[in-house]
């Protein structure tokens, strides 16, 4: 099998800095008509009102290229529409599960500080005592090892309200509100009124459930109502079904509120009522039908500067690759965990706040050049990035076009050139070879436009631009290239196959990456194994669980390729769309998979550092 060879044409953005220190200009950007690049410090001006885009050569006019010409840095930002000039107070929803499974207990050591319960399991728990269960049975001369038993739904109150104790303390403007799904969605919000009930019917209402959310106020903050909040915690009791799908549909709804807003899913079984039930999908059509709901859910999240993160129980069937898909299309985590973990998980979840939201990338190439596994043939690409944290991070792969093969074609009057795919069938021709289309330029320009919305409203327009020199010697690229970026472009593209079931795709992606990092290290003079190993152990999760599909699947994902040089046309290498194989294979998907599937996009070049 060939495989196209791994370089180094890889853009990494970083979203790390992208509101600090920002140095506003004035006015407004201008933009090519025909590629929408901005003009910027590299752009030149003739007499005084023409502008030769750097980027696709197109010739615009104006009278503001004056006003322009004084630009100097290679990285200005712009105020689009200002904002309120205050932080909103963000919001935290927990969805939490409170089926019938929820009673599922784990033991945990005896020595903990044992969980606060409700009423009702206090009197079961009492009730196992009193009929000797085996657990709670100690013999005479025997060492009684202390052993406690909790139920999910225990480790989960427990787990809220340890964080409710550190906001209350540590954020105490945070608003944080509870919405609870069994067969029955109970919004409780901040626990100060009386809860709102979504059930039979109101379930299956996409525009229903939209409503309620959008109606209900905003929790109070969190020094007002943490008491009476965690009441309403301790309260909840495990029983019926799993309408998961309109519960995470009104929390997004509710925090949507506000920008900037966290909902945080906490479940331990697949939804099976109401909207997005993966119950009964025996059918294409229907696991098709339930897919998207979670795709338009992740969209509607997005749109409105909600992230969503969703956290199982280890050992269940949750369908965490489409619970996921709303996670991965917001900025969110995806976790499998212990009972006894939970805690733990909220916490890293809420300790990294969201930067901005609303965020979209725009990157710029010349018109020589092309995007790789995107779902364009163009030099423009643009990507919804959603919300952003200190450890967002996003890749582009680039390509050089070629030149069409151009056919001599002759006629009574003289050899007429015409482009190979306008050429009649002519019985004598001559082929001129395929060149570069950016033979002889020296440096090429690159220009990265993202816009965002700040957490005090203000929607912006960052852009930077740069040049950067051009080199045929591929060895000295590589020697040269840096892992950091390589690894998370290697990391993130793996996954993103993965998650659209595309196994044998995602693993060839690794290992011609994987080489050319050995490549890389061998050129090295100090031969840094170092560098290597790191690259090898991030991926090793994602390697190591493809292989464990291939085998349970009987795929053939082990034959080490053949690498090839660049095609001779974008179009002959472009991205593979999903293919309904690969939607049959991402049905059968475990949760072990998409967890690390989705943990693997979400790598950044700090896990590359040595």
Known sequence: MKYRRADTNVVA???????????????????CENCSAAFSHISKIIDGQFWKCEFCEAENISEKFAIQDKLEKDDVTYILKEGSGTEADSAILFCLDISGSMCVTTEVNGNDQLMRSNDANVALMESRKQFDEPRYVSYPGATVQPKTYI?????????IDTQLTRMEREQPDKRVGIVAFNNRV??????????????????????????????????????QVKRCLADKVFSLNEVGQTALG??????????????????????????????????YTDTEYEYEAASVFYQEAGKYACANGVSVSVLTMEGEDCRVIELGSVADATGGQVNIVQPNNLSEEFGSILQDPILACKVSAKLILHKGMYFRNEDTEGSVVSRNIGNVTSDSEATFEFGVRKKPVMQVLYDNLGGTMVGSDQAAEEPIYDTVMATSAIEGLERLPFQLQIRYTTRTGSECLRIITMDRPVTKDRQFAEQNLNVAVLGTHAAQSTAKLAVDG?????????????????????????????????????????DSELNRVADANNQEMNASPSEEEEATSPKDKKAKKKSKKGKIWRKKVTDRSASIFYKTKNVTGKDFYV
């Open 13 to 31: 953005v970083k979203f790390e800095s992208l509101v600090k220190s920002v140095d506003f200009s004035p006015g407004e950007a201008i933009f």
């Open 151 to 159: 139920s999910r739904l225990q480790a989960m109150q427990s787990a």
């Open 186 to 223: 109970i919004v409780v919000g901040d626990g100060s009124n009386p809860p709102v009930i979504l059930h039979e019917e109101q379930l299956l209402e996409n525009d229903v459930v939209v409503e309620v959310g959008r109606s209900i106020p905003l929790p109070a903050p969190i020094s």
């Open 246 to 279: 309109p519960a995470l549909l009104v929390s997004i709804a509710m925090a949507s509120q506000r920008p900037g807003s966290k909902v945080i899913v906490c479940t331990d079984g697949m939804a099976n009522i109401g909207l997005g039930s993966l119950l």
């Open 502 to 542: 595309l196994y044998g795709e995602a693993r060839l992606n690794a290992i011609v990456t994987q080489k050319l990092v050995e490549r890389h290290v061998q050129q090295k003079e100090d031969d840094d194994e170092g560098i290597y190993q790191t690259f090898v152990s991030n991926l090793a999760p994602i």
